[in-house]
C-alpha cells in the first residue's frame, strides 16, 4: 500500500508560480513512474506530466509544456511539480499518482485546491 500526500497548492495571481510536492510513504517505494494530473469543476481529469523513478525520463501535456516541470527526489520518495506562469484556467484540485506498470495509475493522493486568479 502506498500513500501520497500533495501539499503547495493555494491562491495565487495570473502570471505567478507554485511549487507542488508529493510525498509517498511505503516500506519500500521503486515505482515505475510517477505523473500529476488534475480536474476542474464540471471537467474531467487531465494528465499533466509524469516522471520515470529510476531514470528521470519525463513528458508533459501539451498544455502545460513550458510553463509546469515535473522533477522528483528519489532519497525523499517526493515528486515536484513547478507551475510558472499560472493562468486562471490552471485553476482545479491537483493529484499526484504513482504507476508500477506503466499501463495505469495505481495509487492517487486526494489533491491539493490551485486557484489562479486574474
Known amino acids: 500500500q502506498v500513500q501520497l500526500v500533495e501539499s503547495g497548492g493555494g491562491l495565487v495571481q495570473a502570471g505567478g508560480s507554485l511549487r507542488l510536492s508529493c510525498a509517498a510513504s511505503?516500506?519500500?517505494?521503486?515505482?515505475?513512474?510517477m505523473g500529476w494530473f488534475r480536474q476542474a469543476p464540471g471537467k474531467e481529469r487531465e494528465f499533466l506530466a509524469a516522471?520515470?523513478?529510476?531514470?528521470?525520463?519525463?513528458a508533459y501535456a501539451d498544455s502545460v509544456k513550458g510553463r509546469f516541470t515535473i522533477s522528483r527526489d528519489s532519497a525523499k520518495n517526493t515528486v515536484y511539480l513547478q507551475m510558472n506562469n499560472l493562468k486562471p484556467e490552471d485553476t482545479a484540485l491537483y493529484f499526484c499518482?504513482?504507476?508500477?506498470?506503466?499501463?495505469?495509475?495505481?495509487?492517487w493522493g486526494q489533491g491539493t485546491q490551485v486557484t489562479v486568479s486574474s
Open positions: 499518482a504513482v504507476t508500477y506498470t506503466g499501463e495505469e495509475f495505481d495509487y
Open positions: 511505503a516500506r519500500t517505494f521503486g515505482p515505475y513512474a
Open positions: 516522471i520515470t523513478w529510476s531514470g528521470g525520463s519525463t
